[in-house]
C-alpha cells in the first residue's frame, strides 16, 4: 500500500474543505464522501513508480462524482478496475446531481472512451498502471442552483487561485511520489496546469484530446486521435 499517496490525498480533502466559495455553488468531494472507494484506487494502483500520468480536469457528474475514480464511469471502474466500494452521500446535493454510487445507471462518455481505449492498448488493468496512472487536478465538482456543471476556470479569480494552489501542490507530490517523467493533460485546461507546474522542471507534459462528447472531434474518433499523439510523443 503506498501511504504516502493515501496520506497525501487525505491532506487534499482537507485542505480544499478548507477553501471558501460561493453560498450560490453547491459542492461535492469525492475524495471524501467516496472515500472507501478513492483510496483504494490509490493503494491497488498506485504503489508502484510510474512514466506516465494521465491528469484531467475535475470529476464529471456521472463519472467520479458517483464512483470516486478519475473519469469513472461505472461500468469500467466495474469490470475493468474490479472496483465496487460503498459510496456515501455528500453533506449536500443537488436534486439534478444525485449521488447513487454503483446503482447509478448513466454512464459518463468522456470516462467510458478513455478507458475503453486504456483496455485495447493496454489490455488489462495490471498492464497498464505498471506505467500509467490517472489523476484529476481538481477533485472538487462545482454545480450551481439549477445543476449546472462549473468548471474550475469558470470559479471567480479568488475562489480559482486558491484552489489552483492547493490543487498544483498535490500535483507536485503526486509526481514526485510516483516517479512520472510525463503528465498528459486530457484537454486544454489539465494542460496547461501541468506546464504551469513543471516549467522549471525536468518532468515533461503533453496533451491529448479531452474525450467529452462536447467536442465535435472527440466524437469523430477520439481513440485515434488519443493514439495519434501517444506515438507522435514516443510514448506507444
Not at 487536478?137 to 479568488?158: Q, R, W
Request: charged fraction near 25%; include cysteine.
Amino acid at each position: 500500500m503506498n501511504t504516502n499517496l493515501v496520506d497525501e490525498s487525505r491532506t487534499l480533502a482537507k485542505g480544499l474543505n478548507d477553501l471558501s466559495f460561493s453560498k450560490d455553488l453547491i459542492i461535492y468531494n469525492p475524495l471524501e464522501y467516496a472515500v472507501e472507494s478513492h483510496e483504494f484506487y490509490l493503494s491497488r494502483y498506485g504503489k508502484s513508480k510510474k512514466k506516465i500520468l494521465f491528469m484531467g480536469m475535475n470529476p464529471g457528474p456521472w463519472g467520479m462524482v458517483q464512483t470516486g475514480i478519475p473519469f469513472g464511469a461505472i461500468d469500467p471502474v466495474k469490470n475493468f478496475l474490479k472496483i465496487e466500494k460503498n459510496i456515501n452521500a455528500p453533506k449536500k446535493q443537488h436534486q439534478k446531481r444525485p449521488v447513487q454510487g454503483f446503482s447509478c445507471k448513466r454512464q459518463e462518455v468522456s470516462g467510458s472512451r478513455l478507458w475503453s481505449w486504456v483496455e485495447a492498448q493496454w489490455g488489462d488493468a495490471e498492464s497498464f498502471f505498471s506505467d500509467c496512472f490517472v489523476h484529476n487536478y481538481c477533485p472538487l465538482a462545482f454545480f450551481d442552483s439549477g445543476g449546472k456543471n462549473i468548471t474550475p476556470e469558470k470559479l471567480n479569480t479568488v475562489e480559482r487561485i486558491a484552489l489552483e494552489e492547493i490543487c498544483d501542490n498535490f500535483l507536485l507530490k503526486m509526481v514526485s511520489v510516483l516517479g512520472c517523467k510525463w503528465v498528459i493533460g486530457v484537454g486544454n485546461y489539465a494542460e496547461a496546469k501541468a506546464k504551469k507546474v513543471f516549467k522549471d522542471k525536468e518532468v515533461k507534459v503533453g496533451r491529448i484530446l479531452h474525450p467529452s462528447p462536447a467536442s465535435p472531434l472527440a466524437n469523430k474518433g477520439w481513440a485515434g486521435f488519443a493514439t495519434e499523439k501517444m506515438i507522435a510523443y514516443g510514448l506507444m
